[in-house]
């Protein structure tokens, strides 16, 4: 079996790869990234925040993100029934970019990756980790070719950026059960016929609470070239009820909602829907000997908030910030400098995600008589700010929400 070194590793070419890789290329590290599919290829989380502008400017990408062409997002709206609200990112408490996109993910992973490449990172696609050792002075793995053939590659420092493949995770045994319900989601991508001038805001992310089950809802999220991204999030109990594929089914729970039914009257639904079930997960620690765990491969929570590729930013960028220390020698404490340091924004969303499915966020965000100074703390936190300590509903999120929740029910 064939053997060769490189100083970092990095397993997947999705978002928290390639702007890891491009970053430590500005250290003028020798970066190699096996990916295990072709590029581009389909994956979901199209709804980015603007906190991840800041990661990818600092990557030396934004040029390429805003080239592009991807459709132009500011905010966010509810809807339930007759109820609805909407927050501009532009009007939140931290300061920072507050608009963003709205990106085809197969394209937008594409730019990243390709830019990653120009930057120096060399990518090589349809190659597989098949083990891991990370037992020995430094990491190695042992990976599968387009041909079959295995060959082994020897590491300073590893860096999983694989999404859900949670290549480490399962390969080192790191997982355990998120204590999040199971739930599923079941999306597809529509031609959707929506007249320009009316009353759906494009530059938004529409999120819809079934009109009968507040712990089920829909996202919408428009693209710049007439179609949207629709999917439906509920517990698997609730979509186990619909029988047919995943199409019918998804038509099925989407025409109980009176509002998305007319939205989408004249769409077309070209594409096949799928189903993913059970993606929240949990591990052990989010770092290990030489080697570290970004994005969806440490832990992902839920959709609603659309936050996994701005936590997959933030973690190649605190991973890479500590890498570019360890290599001028200096000893990095990786729980202290990594792991609660991401967590900490991750948790600030695990409150707003628990809240959601409580129902309790969604009292706030419907209340009439909000205040505006509270708004813009919630939309700083929605615009994927929950690292900023200095907001209330960071520092104290539980807390506050729990306050919060109980002044808008009263």
């Known amino acids: 079996m064939r053997s060769e070194k490189t100083e970092i590793l990095i397993i997947g070419a999705g978002p928290a790869g390639a702007v890891a890789a491009a970053m430590l290329r500005q250290q003028g590290r020798q970066v190699l990234i096996v990916e295990k599919e072709q590029f581009p290829r389909f994956s979901i989380g199209e709804s980015l925040l603007p906190q991840s502008m800041e990661y990818i400017e600092a990557a030396g990408l934004l040029k390429d993100v805003v080239e592009a ?7 966010a709206a509810f809807k339930c029934g007759d109820k609805y609200t909407e927050f501009d990112f532009r009007q939140k408490f931290s300061e920072g970019w507050g608009t963003t996109y709205q990106v085809q993910r197969a394209t937008f992973d594409k730019v990243l990756a390709d830019g990653a490449e120009r930057a120096g990172a060399e990518i090589r696609y349809r190659h597989e980790v098949i083990a891991v050792d990370v037992e020995g002075d430094t990491p190695h793995v042992i990976v599968r070719d387009p041909q079959g053939e295995e060959y082994r590659i020897d590491a300073q420092f590893m860096l999983d950026a694989s999404g859900f493949g949670r290549i480490l995770p399962r390969l ?23 007249a320009p001038g009316g009353s759906f805001d494009r530059n938004k992310i529409l999120v819809t609470v079934h009109p009968q089950h507040d712990d089920v809802w829909f996202w919408t999220i428009p693209f710049s070239n007439g179609r ?18 995943e199409m019918e089914r998804l038509r099925a729970i989407v025409g109980e909602d009176a509002g998305l039914t ?27 000997k030489n080697y570290a765990l970004l994005g969806n491969a440490g832990e992902f ?14 973690s190649a960028s605190l991973s890479t910030a500590c890498l570019q220390r360890q290599f001028a020698g200096e000893s990095i404490d990786w729980e202290a400098e990594y792991g609660i340091p991401l967590r900490e924004g991750v948790n600030t969303f695990r409150t707003f995600v628990e809240a959601w499915y409580a129902g309790g966020f969604q009292k706030i965000i419907f209340f009439e008589k909000s205040s505006k100074e509270v708004r813009e703390m919630i939309s700083a936190i929605l615009a994927g700010y929950a690292w900023d300590k200095k907001n209330p509903y960071v520092a104290e999120s539980k807390r506050r929400l729990t306050v919060l929740e109980q002044l808008c029910a009263g």
């Open 69 to 75: 062409g991807f459709q132009y997002k500011n905010g």
């Open 228 to 245: 949207c991204s629709l999917g439906v999030v509920a517990r698997t109990d609730f979509l186990d009820q619909y029988p047919g594929t």
């Open 172 to 194: 080192l045994k790191l997982e355990y059960p998120s204590n999040f319900p199971t739930r599923g989601a079941i999306f597809t991508h529509v031609e959707d016929g929506v």
């Open 262 to 288: 007319e939205l989408f009257k004249n769409a077309k639904w070209d594409t096949p829907a799928r189903q993913i079930v059970g993606y929240s997960a949990n591990v052990k620690s989010l770092w290990g």
């Open 301 to 314: 929570l839920d959709p609603v908030f659309s936050s996994g590729v701005t936590i997959a930013f933030k």
